[in-house]
Every structure is written in structure tokens, then in C-alpha cells.
């Protein structure tokens, strides 16, 4: 209640205040100003959008980390047990951890919040590791076990071999002060206020305009080196870059992907040209992609999916849009993640055999025009894509060419966020960007969360006939034991998904970040949605 209470007073100083907050700040060595393409949200750990993962990582800790080099290692929790059936997971807690409200961190706050999550399971049937929790406690034995006040025993229904990576996820499984909870428990309907264990805390708040996150002084860990980190909501990257250039800001992180098309990758080679700027790319994250809709006219064709892959030429794209920076991508996901390396066959760029498979399906140009028919209906579709992701338009722009070429039309759906996020759960679309979530989800998260009707991925295989069988193998593979069942298990969802050329992959996306050369970057983040600015710092501190 007492930050509710300063909120006001706190901006109506900011306010008052003026361009002072925000301006001629690049330099100041207790102060970091970056931005973001949408408001933080609520910051609510155990809810998604319109929460946005870098911010709730700030906040909330997780029982253990996830690292660049694929370990796992200890963090709110300092070591675990896993029982012989690999149905227990006993975690030892580290002591002397605080809420930043002062609230001791013990098995109990454990406890309340995986409950919390768990009475919100519906929400979270994407991810495994939550059904699993929840069936055992449906079954008479708690999901969580409060062993003393410093142990905390996790049931599972099953053995589940990736519960420590989605243990290491940004959410739902973090941990909110006992005292920030609402009267009912129930985080699902909101949070009293956003208290974490992490290094950092919200000191000021104006939805739409920005938040200020200051050092949490009594955090257990490495505390950050800059005092003070000032989010900005800027939507369009061309006003971002703006942003920079004129020192409103100090720092662009993350092009495309999750970072919200956070920079044009033209305009961060024209930055990497100054000798003033800072610039740096990270290693491939994850994969760029459009999932194909089997459940929607046209695309509940093979022939006409198949065909789109045909049509398309990476390589291009690769060229002119990606700048070299991000590597072609052929299949759903990257050769190097686990289980993934099958050597399946690419579809690499033949529009003579998208045009031979359209004819053959009987999809017929007209004497005038330049889109196909059939059965009196045009090859059209909707192409679907965040509007103020420079990237993703600058790719829907050229597909709509490319496939113009072979006599398809794609009608471009530019839309803010929450509009695209709505058409990702509902199915209205032909074609829409939907990524993949890069380590420590892929492939295991992911494959699972095609489960769920909530996602893309859902929508994308409503219409394939083998869709029931492809779920059960996921669920089979989540809870296999032996890892020659694993891998059987992997190829045959991996391949039938390419075959049925349901995804449409086009690079392995990389972040970038563009700083003031006087800032100390810290390095990327282990994945895609961690922003390391506690390891930031400038030059001289």
C-alpha cells in the first residue's frame, strides 16, 4: 500500500519535472534509459501478456537458472534431489532471502505461489510441467510439499525430464511477496503490487509513458551496478532510433523477435559505421517463422502450402533485410537444439515447383489478372504481422511479392500487439509471424504449448488430419524415460510438421544492441527474453 500510495506524488514529480527526467541522461552514472515498444504491464509473475517477460525478469527470481551454455544452475534454490522415478524434485532453499518489502523467502512463499498458478491451470496447459503438477494434486497428493522452512517438495504425476528448464522459465513459475497477494489469493485476477526477490524494484510507473526501476539495496545477490534503470514506451523504431541520436536514450536492445522489432537492421548498420556507437550482435536465438494455417481456406491445402514454401526466397530475404546478420533457416528449429538435427529435406527456392503444384491442385490463372482461381474462389490470404515490427513488415512486404509472382495474393494485416496476439488464439489468419521461443523452451515448451488452443501454433495444425496423433506423441515425449524413445518420438513430430509445411522458417534471429561506447554492456542474455542489466555499468564505476 505504501507504493500505491507515493505513486501519485511520484509522478506528478516526474511530470513536473520535464525533459530534465529524460534528457541529457546518456552519461549519467547512476541512471540507464532504454525503451520498449509497449507498456511493461501489471508486472504480474504468473500472467502473460500484456506483461512483458523482460520487465517481470527484473522483479521475479526462479528456483533455478537457466545459462548461455544450456546448465542449469542454482538460484532461490542453492541445490536439489530428484527422486529414482523422477516423479519428486526436492529443493533446499537458499537462506537469508528477502522480499524487497522485507518479507523472509521460505517454502511457504513457495508453496502460495505455485498454488496461485495451479488454480489458474487452464490458463497454463501450455507448458507441461504445470499439467503434471496439477493432475498429481487433482490425484490426492499435493503438488507442493512444504518439507520445513526451507525445503520444498515438488509431485509430479509422471516423470517429466525438462523440469528444471521450465522451472528456469521468466513465467508463470516465479515468486511474489505472500504480502503483495490479493485477499483471495487468486493472482490470476490481479496482484496487490509487483514485489520480487530480484535485483530490482518498480520505483515509478505512468502506464503508456514509462517506468523507473531502481537498485533493490537488499537484494541477496550481485546487486546492479547502476542505480537507477529508466524504461520508455516508444513504439516505432524509427522514433527510437531518434531517441538515441538525440540522447533520450542510452541503449537499443534486441532487433525483431521478442524485442518487438526493437531497431531496423539498417539503421543499426548505420549505427555499427560510427565510430561513437557501440553495436554488437548476439549468437542465433531462436527461429523467425510464419505458421501456415491448415484450418483456413486456402492454406487448408497442402498443395498451396507446400507451393508458399517453394516461392519464397530466403536467401533474398536474408540479403536485403537481415543483412547477413541473421542465417537462413530451414527447418522449425535450429539443427543445434536438442533433439532437433534430423537432416530433413530443405525447401529451397524454386518458383517453377510452386507454380507446378498450384496447376496440378487446379488452381488456374484467369485470362486477365494476375491472382489464381478455383471453383470460382481466388488463391488470397491474410498475412498478419505486428504493424510497428519494422522487420516483420519489411518480410510481409516482400512475401506479398514473392508470392504475387506464382499468383497468390497475400493481403498484408498490419495491427497493433494485443489485435495480433487476439488473431495468433482465435485462427483468423492465413499466414502470421509466430517464432519460435529459442533455449530454454525449444523444442519441448514449444511442442507442447501446440497442444493448446491459445496459441498460433494450435490454430496453425487445427486442420491437419494427423493433428490428434502429432498431440499424442508430444504428450508421450514430454513424459519418456529413455532417450532412443525420445528422439523416436521427436522425429516423427519435427518430420510430419515439415511435410505438412505448416511453418514457413526464414532465419535464426539474433539480438542486437546499440549503446554509448562509455557504457560496460555486460554481454547478451543466456535467451532471447533476458535483458542483463544488472551487469551493465559505465565506464568509471
Known amino acids: 500500500m505504501i507504493l500505491k500510495r ?65 546448465s542449469i544452475q542454482p538460484w532461490l534454490a542453492r541445490n536439489w534431489e530428484i527422486s529414482a522415478d523422477g516423479r519428486d524434485y526436492t529443493f533446499h532453499l537458499r537462506r537469508g532471502v528477502v522480499f524487497s518489502d522485507g518479507t523472509p523467502f521460505d517454502a511457504g512463499a513457495v508453496k502460495q505461489n505455485i498454488d496461485a498458478v495451479l488454480r489458474n491451470h487452464q490458463r497454463h496447459q501450455w507448458l507441461e510441467l504445470i499439467n503434471q503438477l496439477y493432475k498429481s494434486d487433482q490425484s490426492g497428493t499435493p503438488a507442493v510439499e512444504v518439507v520445513d522452512s526451507h525445503t520444498v517438495k515438488l509431485h509430479l504425476l509422471a516423470p517429466y525430464y525438462p523440469v528444471l528448464q521450465e522451472l528456469a522459465l521468466i513465467r508463470p513459475l516465479r515468486f511474489l511477496s505472500p504480502q503483495a497477494f490479493p485477499p483471495d489469493n487468486d493472482t490470476a485476477s490481479g496482484i496487490g503490487r509487483p514485489v520480487g526477490t530480484g535485483p530490482w524494484v518498480l520505483l515509478e510507473y505512468r502506464r503508456g509513458e514509462y517506468a523507473v526501476f531502481s537498485r533493490n539495496d537488499s537484494y541477496w545477490g550481485e546487486a546492479p551496478r547502476i542505480k537507477e534503470l529508466v524504461v520508455k514506451v516508444i513504439s516505432d523504431s524509427n522514433a527510437r532510433a531518434i531517441a538515441f541520436e538525440t540522447g533520450a536514450i542510452d541503449l537499443i536492445y534486441g532487433a525483431g523477435g521478442h524485442g518487438g522489432g526493437q531497431l531496423g537492421l539498417e539503421t543499426f548498420t548505420r549505427f555499427a559505421a560510427q565510430p561513437n556507437v557501440a553495436t554488437s550482435i548476439s549468437a542465433p536465438l531462436a527461429t523467425r517463422l510464419l505458421a501456415l494455417n491448415s484450418g483456413r481456406f486456402p492454406t487448408d491445402e497442402l498443395a498451396v502450402r507446400q507451393a508458399i514454401q517453394f516461392a519464397v526466397d530466403k536467401d533474398s530475404l536474408v540479403k536485403h533485410i537481415f543483412l547477413g546478420i541473421e542465417p537462413r533457416a530451414d527447418t522449425l528449429f535450429a539443427p543445434g537444439m536438442p533433439y532437433c538435427d534430423l537432416g530433413l529435406p530443405a525447401y529451397r527456392y524454386a518458383p517453377e515447383k510452386a507454380v507446378a503444384l498450384l496447376e496440378q491442385a487446379g488452381w488456374r490463372l484467369p485470362d486477365s489478372g494476375e491472382y489464381r482461381l478455383k471453383n470460382g474462389r481466388e488463391l488470397s490470404l491474410e498475412l498478419c504481422f505486428v504493424g510497428n515490427d519494422s522487420i516483420q513488415k519489411a518480410v510481409a512486404e516482400v512475401m506479398q511479392d514473392f508470392l504475387r509472382r506464382v499468383g497468390i495474393r497475400a493481403v498484408l494485416r498490419g495491427e497493433e500487439e494485443d489485435a495480433f496476439l487476439a488473431r495468433q488464439k482465435n485462427g483468423r489468419f492465413g499466414m502470421i509471424f509466430g517464432d519460435t521461443w529459442g533455449a530454454p523452451y525449444d523444442p519441448h515448451s514449444f511442442c507442447s504449448a501446440m497442444r493448446s488452443p491459445s496459441h498460433a501454433d494450435y490454430q496453425a495444425q487445427s486442420g491437419l488430419p494427423m493433428k490428434a496423433e502429432i498431440d499424442k506423441a508430444i504428450g508421450q515425449v514430454l513424459v519418456s524415460t529413455g532417450e532412443a524413445e525420445r528422439r523416436q518420438f521427436y522425429r516423427f513430430i519435427l518430420t510430419t ?45
Open 497 to 541: 510438421l515439415h511435410d505438412q509445411a505448416v511453418y514457413l522458417p526464414i532465419s535464426y534471429m539474433t539480438s542486437i544492441m546499440v549503446h554509448r561506447p562509455q557504457l560496460q554492456d555486460g554481454g547478451f542474455g543466456a535467451t532471447k527474453y533476458e535483458i542483463p542489466f544488472e551487469r551493465m555499468s559505465w565506464t568509471g564505476q
Open 6 to 70: 507515493m505513486l501519485p506524488v511520484l509522478v506528478w514529480a516526474v511530470v513536473c519535472s520535464g525533459p530534465a527526467i529524460f534528457n541529457n541522461v546518456a552519461l549519467a552514472a547512476d541512471r540507464l534509459v532504454y525503451s520498449w515498444s509497449g507498456d511493461p504491464g501489471p508486472l504480474n509473475p504468473h500472467l502473460y501478456s500484456p506483461n512483458q517477460m523482460f520487465a517481470q525478469a527484473l522483479l521475479y527470481e526462479p528456483l533455478v537458472r537457466y545459462r548461455a551454455d544450456g
